[in-house]
């Protein structure tokens, strides 16, 4: 499955048990085929793989050549065999200008096919390669190659003009054969820029950025026409059109921004009031529950990569749900006893980490309707578990305040360790404990009511922050910016913190007056209970609230971030990478 670039159409491309293959455009509010694009042999050899560009034009391997479709019609466009020497159902990506067209060949090696765009990028790229190779000599195996940048001309049987621009139609889909691609890759290090420090007197005059009026940011609250409950889990989808909720009642409710002339990338932002969104047919996606007090229960929800299913529970069965229809796809896994934690394995869609009530981790397949492994360790039930692709590694944590780390290979437990309690608490931790992995995938955040901290691979504490002073309240939730430099935090008195997530120094407090109208403050204390990052904004979040509300909040367009960066004291900043050196560092307070 695959979105056009601007995330507004969605095609699929599947092989029937027959062999057919069928490439499909859908309609997303009616869950149903809106065209079929015809000239797919009958009978694929293979599975047929595609891909899209320039919100326009599609692109398949079929038949020992690419084929092309214009969006708006049913009928191929044109083909190319690329010189020969593909395979039956070739694989096949566009790069984001959809200038290049990258395809594998049956002899294991990559065609790169390009329009005039093309060429002229893949010039530059040889140019840099060749000003890095002025610099140092490096070692180079004598069987590698120099890239081969040859202009083939246009392909023999291209009739029609490909990904070409409107206004451009002279522009067709020379084929640019090329070798030993990872060297023009590593000369783009010739574009790194070293940092500058900072200015001595920008460090003596900054200060903590305090919000406390709605004049310094953009809130927004996300129109609801459905009885309220509490916000017990909240996640963007992938794409960062939408934001799905769950409530305390078992219901979730979407929220949809819509492309316009007042939005016109269809991004959700706190200026444009989206959508809550259903399909025609008026239907709820509401989790099986049990006779269990919702504020007993531990609800989890995991959301597919390609924004298509969303798996939920709320004390009862696990429900696997398409997002296009709100239709139950399954139901799994009938308490006792419940689940409570859900996350996809990061290379196989079809397993899935279970955390349970009884403390224990099942390793099950969907497809196969079977618990592969059963994980014990904990001596409570799960609240967090988080895969690392680096590692190699799931890692758990629970309400035992303890941290696991288990080996995704044999699943056996590699190190395991309790976190360590604030100086200030002299009583054993308790509550829910989540974690998640930084962008590195060696490095992870543990949030705690009583803290927030850094932890490296060895499961060593690098730095620890607990609320105090300006944030005093308990943490409600926490979360890495998408870009992996920021962690937001909630707390329970309707507080938002923003940390530097390389120190856990505070940069930026949100004070509740600043998003929550007067009446809302005064009525009761209400607060985040689940914060959400933007998956490609590192200034948004989205806030689920203990009184079912949703806000999406971002900076003023005055100010565009949270705040400033707080200083060290010699002007020198850590940064993540080099956590590991300095792991004595176990704790260090934020700025006063």
């Not at 990506?93 to 093309?118: C, M, P, Q, W, Y």
């Not at 490096?138 to 206004?167: D, H, R, W």
């Not at 940092?195 to 005059?205: F, G, V, W, Y």
Request: hydrophobic share 35%; proline share 6%.
């Amino acid at each position: 499955m695959a979105y056009s670039s601007d995330g507004t159409r969605l095609f699929s491309c599947g092989t029937s048990k027959d062999g057919d293959s069928h490439l499909v455009e859908w309609n997303e509010t009616e869950g149903a085929i809106k065209r079929t694009y015809s000239g797919f042999r009958k009978r694929s050899l293979e599975v047929v793989q595609f891909d899209t560009t320039r919100n326009r034009f599609l692109a398949a391997g079929d038949e020992y050549m690419i084929k092309f479709w214009d969006m708006d019609n049913i009928n191929i466009l044109t083909t190319t065999d690329a010189d020969g020497g593909l395979p039956a159902s070739p694989r096949l990506r566009f790069n984001r200008e959809g200038s290049l067209l990258a395809v594998t060949t049956s002899d294991n090696g990559i065609k790169i096919l390009a329009n005039t765009d093309g060429q002229r990028l893949v010039r530059i790229m040889e140019g840099r390669g060749c000003e890095g190779s002025r610099g140092p000599p490096q070692q180079i195996s004598t069987n590698s190659k120099p890239p081969i940048i040859n202009a083939l001309g246009a392909v023999s049987n291209v009739s029609s003009p490909i990904i070409a621009t409107p206004e451009r139609p002279d522009r067709t889909l020379p084929a640019v054969s090329m070798s030993n691609l990872a060297v023009v890759e590593s000369s783009r290090t010739t574009d790194v820029k070293p940092r500058i420090p900072e200015d001595t007197e920008k460090i003596k005059s900054w200060k903590l950025a305090d919000i406390v009026d709605s004049a310094h940011l953009k809130a927004l609250r996300l129109p609801d026409s459905m009885t309220a409950s509490k916000v017990v889990r909240l996640l963007y989808t992938s794409s960062g059109f939408a934001v799905l909720a769950l409530g305390s009642n078992a219901i979730h409710k979407l929220w949809k921004w819509v492309r316009n002339e007042r939005n016109p990338s269809g991004k959700s932002n706190a200026s444009v009031a989206p959508q809550l969104w259903h399909p025609s047919n008026g239907a709820l996606m509401t989790n099986e529950t049990t006779d269990t007090n919702p504020e007993e229960v531990t609800p989890c929800i995991a959301l597919s990569k390609n924004d298509s299913y969303v798996m939920s529970g709320s004390g009862g069965k696990i429900s696997l749900f398409n997002m296009m229809t709100f239709k139950v796809m399954t139901t799994f896994m009938a308490p006792p006893p419940a689940a409570t934690f859900l996350a996809f394995h990061p290379q196989d869609n079809n397993i899935i980490a279970i955390g349970m009530e009884d403390s224990s981790i099942q390793i099950y397949n969907v497809r196969v309707d079977e618990v592969k492994t059963k994980l014990k360790g904990h001596q409570k039930k799960i609240t967090g578990l988080a895969f690392s692709q680096t590692l190699n590694v799931l890692l758990s944590s629970g309400a035992d305040a303890q941290l696991c780390m288990w080996s995704i290979d044999g699943w056996e437990k590699k190190k395991s360790r309790f976190i360590q309690a604030p100086a200030s608490r002299a009583s054993p931790l308790v509550g829910d404990t989540k974690v998640q992995f930084h962008n590195d995938q060696t490095h992870f955040l543990v949030v705690h009511e009583s803290q927030l901290a850094i932890y490296d691979s060895k499961l060593e504490c690098l730095y620890l922050w607990s609320p105090r002073d300006v944030l005093s309240a308990p943490i409600s939730s926490a979360i890495y910016s998408c870009d992996g430099l920021l962690v937001y935090a909630g707390f329970s008195d309707g507080a938002i913190g923003v940390f530097e997530a390389d120190s856990l120094r505070l940069r930026c407090r949100v004070a509740p007056s600043a998003y929550l109208s007067m009446s809302i403050q005064s009525s009761a204390a209400v607060f985040p209970v689940v914060i959400a990052a933007h998956p490609s904004e590192p200034n948004q979040i989205a806030l689920g609230m203990s009184d079912g509300a949703v806000y999406v909040l971002e900076p003023s367009d005055a100010d565009q971030k949270w705040g400033s960066a707080p200083p060290q004291e010699n002007g020198a900043r850590p940064s993540i990478s080099n956590l590991a050196s300095n792991s004595n560092q176990t704790s260090e307070p934020p700025p006063r």
